[in-house]
């Protein structure tokens, strides 16, 4: 089954009351590494201490990944590798034009003398078109708003624990005091009063960029466009258009190496498009039970 | 090359130059505990066995039906017991059963579990004392009949999530389970019934046994390389257990378990063993998978590369026209 299942397409049961879609444009090209994301998603939320928090030896991390109390995750990726400079031409002029544009679209901010460079970059929840998380969860906690994110109801989660493997990216985990998951919800409370998340209100050099979507993604492709011309040869979006196998996301961002490198998916999937071969092969298994049932008794000996 | 051969090399590939964050997992392992494994087992016990005993009911085998809903009287109230034990928020477990969700076979399997473990109780209240006749005239087909699914839904639940060595073994899984459900509900019976009256449960065990052999197998021949979490450590010696226990116990029921009570307790508890060995196997290889990105990310870049995947980044085209020169 390669089309997606209609039940959950948005805005569905929200008719005339659908927000414009809402997300994030987390562009890590101008991150500064200052975690102000993760703090103030901490004190707006009221998360507590993340489990493995303390040295990591990870480079400047110490909050490791996403999880049920870590909802930013600022990573820290130090490289050897010179950025640009090395892809100017010839001529003198060129080299004078790149180095320009290198200070203006800030990528040269990160370079050391020795050629080492530091990737920095705030992950969050997603908040996939297709969201295998919501398509498991077996309550129904996991719902889609009229922002067309996705947030955990606390209420209602008892903590099965199925969409903590179904999620493409490791997003969500069971928090161990309270045996429930927990996630961004891309401040649900503060989008209904007009108010932008506390992550993205945070930061200081707006890396995290937070609007409408169409707004969102048409301002990335002129940042990658721009920084692509400036010699960030890996520069990519990720997660921007339709037609990856999450369907796009809510929550998209332009990278300066390969997704795996910040920890990222290369080809995430919604397992959902598998659904058909899934009950398939499982109705098939049933049923060759059922055959071996009966063969059990075929040759009619008490 | 198959293309899980070549995913394979991906893995491989992957490890010579490893693109990962510092080795962090890309998706998160189960964080369902023992119990679930467990479960795996006494659902297809329980509900392989309702099948037995209805047929064997239906062929005037009475010693035989009367044994079999008892275990599957057994396999449906222990099930439901370990899933709740294992919730996070056990006193919240009815709300499984808030809404019927098709993408998710743990809500369908809910369900299933609800139907099956109702007309087990009624069709076992019944075999054991006669009670409630008509109703279970009703449920006692109905009993063997969602025992099925009872049996294979949990490996379509493992199926759908991003567990790289599930996902990919989604075709086989449920064999698996099939036919390690129909191994367990053949010994058990097998072990608590006179040889006389065991012949089916035999049968069972036996054909069972052959068909997880072969599913498993199977399995590993379609996943190649990304089988290799199977016999990695720490999960090897359940995969190997339960080769070797259910091989056993299929030799002792076939041969001399027809005369020997004796051999048949001893074989059904190997097959039984084998079965619930086999469950670990595969909740462990699974854990084992999510945690190491190689798998999560070799097969990923595999897709991309021979375009069966298209990846989820896009590089930019520069403007020439925007260049200040
Ligand atoms: S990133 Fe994961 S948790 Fe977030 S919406 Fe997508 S599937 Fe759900
Ligand atoms: S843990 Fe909670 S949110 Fe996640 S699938 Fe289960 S009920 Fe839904």
Same mark, same amino acid.
Request: some cysteine; aromatic content about 8%.
């Given at each position: 089954?390669?089309?997606?299942? *209609? ?15 809402? @997300? ?13 994301? $993760? ?14 928090? @303390? ?98 109801? $606390? ?20 928090? *161990? ?51 692509? *011309? ?12 339709? *037609? ?13 190496? $390969? ?21 398939? !092969?499982? @109705?098939? !298994? ?17 | ?28 392992? =189960? ?47 222990? %099930? =439901? ?23 998710? =076979? ?9 139907? %099956? ?209």
């Amino acid at each position: 089954m390669s089309e997606p299942l *209609e039940i959950n397409v948005w805005p569905g049961s929200y008719g005339a009351a659908a927000k414009p879609r809402m @997300g994030f444009f987390t562009d890590t090209s101008i991150c500064i590494g200052c975690k102000a994301c $993760e703090v103030a998603c901490k004190e707006w939320n009221q998360i507590p201490a993340s489990p493995q928090q @303390g040295f990591t030896g990870h480079s400047y991390d110490n909050t490791v990944d996403l999880g049920a109390d870590t909802w930013r995750h600022v990573a820290f990726i130090e490289q050897r590798k010179p950025v640009g400079l090395d892809s100017a031409g010839g001529s003198l002029v060129d080299a004078a034009a790149l180095h320009q544009l290198i200070d203006e679209t800030g990528l040269g901010t990160y370079q050391e003398g020795d050629g080492l460079r530091w990737l920095m970059a705030s992950d969050v929840c997603k908040h996939c078109t297709n969201a295998a998380c919501l398509e498991v969860c077996p309550t129904g906690a996991l719902f889609r708003t009229e922002f067309d994110t996705v947030v955990v109801q $606390e209420d209602v989660c008892n903590g099965c624990g199925y969409c903590v493997p179904a999620c493409p990216f490791g997003v969500l985990d069971q928090r *161990e005091e309270d045996g429930r998951v927990w996630k961004c919800t891309l401040c649900y409370d503060r989008l209904k009063d007009d108010k932008e998340p506390a992550c993205a209100q945070a930061c200081p050099t707006n890396s995290i960029q937070f609007g409408e979507l169409t707004d969102l993604r048409e301002r990335a492709d002129r940042r990658l466009n721009k920084l692509t *011309e400036a010699g960030a040869e890996h520069a990519q979006l990720y997660l921007a258009g339709d *037609e990856d196998g999450i369907g796009g996301a809510g929550a998209f961002f332009l990278l300066l190496d $390969e997704p795996e490198v910040y920890g990222l998916p290369p080809d995430p999937v919604d397992t959902t498009d598998d659904l058909g071969s899934i009950w398939g !092969a499982a @109705g098939i !298994a049933a049923a060759a039970l059922a055959g071996g049932l009966l063969a059990a008794f075929a040759r009619g000996r008490p | 090359m198959s293309r899980s051969d070549s995913a394979a090399a991906q893995v491989r590939e992957y490890r010579e130059e490893p693109r990962s964050y510092y080795g962090q997992p890309v998706v998160k392992e =189960p964080v369902w505990s023992w119990e679930i494994p467990w479960y795996f087992f006494t659902g297809g016990l329980g509900g392989a066995s309702a099948g037995l005993a209805y047929l064997a009911e239906r062929t005037g085998n009475e010693p035989l039906a009367r044994r079999a809903w008892l275990i599957a009287l057994a396999g449906v109230t222990v %099930s =439901p017991a370990l899933l709740i034990s294992d919730l996070g928020v056990p006193r919240r477990f009815s709300n499984m059963l808030r809404m019927v969700k098709i993408t998710s =076979p743990m809500s369908i399997g809910s369900w299933i579990l609800v139907i %099956s473990g109702t007309t087990t109780v009624i069709s076992a209240v019944h075999a054991t004392t006669g009670l409630l006749p008509r109703l279970a005239r009703l449920a006692k087909p109905a009993a063997a009949l969602a025992g099925l699914p009872l049996s294979t839904y949990t490996a379509a639940l493992i199926s759908q999530t991003a567990v790289p060595i599930w996902h990919e073994a989604r075709r086989e899984l449920p064999l698996v389970f099939a036919s390690g459900a129909a191994a367990s509900a053949g010994a058990a019976a097998t072990a608590l019934t006179p040889t006389r009256h065991a012949g089916p449960a035999r049968r069972l065990a036996v054909l069972g046994a052959l068909g997880e052999l072969a599913a498993v197998q199977l399995m590993e021949k379609r996943l190649g390389g990304l089988a290799d979490p199977y016999h990695r450590e720490g999960v090897e010696r359940y995969t190997r257990a339960a080769r070797v226990l259910t091989a056993l116990g299929a030799v002792a029921i076939a041969g001399p378990a027809r005369r020997d009570r004796r051999a048949a307790v001893a074989g059904g508890a190997l097959v039984l063993a084998g079965a619930v060995c086999e469950r670990w196997s595969v909740f462990k290889a699974g854990a084992l998978s999510a945690r190491d990105p190689a798998y999560t990310v070799g097969p990923q870049r595999e897709r991309i590369r021979t375009r069966r995947g298209r990846g989820a980044s896009r590089r930019g085209t520069p403007d020439a026209a925007s260049r200040p020169l």
